[in-house]
């Protein structure tokens, strides 16, 4: 069955330095999205991708953060200069809308801890 | 923004025992989905239902949607240790889905 794989599954860094999390999406799909999980706490929207273009972001997605899709498969996000409050789980999720079922199909997410 | 709300935060039963979790919102949607967590791991999708259905089955999971009430229920019947996970609703709009907290299931062997 097609799923979504994320790349590292941990990651830690030093605060101020540049992170690039990885995702392959499913690969007919079309949208693709960044959700931030801080340990214990909700599932937060951060950007949505389509077309190769972020269609919504939300109050946290700021300057600090980019996505990119560099090639036809990799959907990457950056966070510029880490900070403490960085730190949490963050899981990509792809979906084709065709059917407007609304499925999202999500990685097993990235862990990032910010020292 | 959030706007999905679910109770109880934290629901824990015998195994064998149906769970119940509800999820309120406040604005018009066209589905509700829930999603399930299990610790440290990626959401799962459970089950999806259309604004227009009122109730739909999957295996031991029923949900249903009240739209004038703007809420839905997800029932597992017969739960299993394997049930225990973080339960969550979210709503779907213009191609965003928005996210409730989530409410945390332990199966008590």
């Known amino acids: 069955e097609p799923e979504v794989t994320q790349t590292p599954s941990h990651q830690v860094t030093q605060m101020g330095q540049e992170v690039i999390l990885r995702c392959v999406p499913i690969?007919?799909?079309?949208?693709f999205y960044w959700y931030r999980q801080i340990l214990g706490q909700k599932v937060e929207f951060l950007v949505s991708?389509?077309?190769?273009?972020?269609?919504?972001k939300s109050e946290i997605f700021d300057d600090q953060f980019s996505v990119e899709r560099p090639d036809g498969s990799n959907f990457t996000l950056k966070i510029r200069s880490t900070k403490l409050e960085d730190s949490a789980m963050y899981f990509c999720?792809?979906?084709?809308?065709?059917?407007?079922?609304?499925?999202?199909?999500f990685g097993e997410g990235s862990r990032l801890t910010v020292l | 923004s959030q706007q999905g709300e679910e109770d109880p935060q934290a629901l824990s039963i015998q195994e064998g025992e149906n769970a119940t979790m509800n999820c309120s919102y406040k604005?018009?949607?066209?589905?509700l989905q829930w999603y399930r967590q299990n610790s440290g791991r990626g959401l799962v999708h459970l089950i999806l239902?259309?604004?227009n259905e009122r109730e739909k089955h999957s295996g031991r999971l029923r949900v249903t949607l009240d739209t004038s009430k703007k809420s839905s229920s997800l029932l597992i019947t017969a739960s299993r240790a394997a049930d225990t996970a973080s339960y969550f609703c979210?709503?779907?709009?213009?191609?965003?889905?928005?996210w409730g907290a989530g409410t945390k299931l332990i199966i008590k062997p």
């Open positions: 979210a709503t779907a709009g213009n191609y965003q889905l928005i």
């Open positions: 604005t018009s949607i066209n589905n």
């Open positions: 239902i259309r604004s």
């Open positions: 690969s007919n799909h079309l949208y």
């Open positions: 991708f389509y077309n190769n273009e972020i269609s919504e």
């Open positions: 999720a792809s979906s084709d809308w065709t059917s407007h079922t609304g499925e999202l199909f």
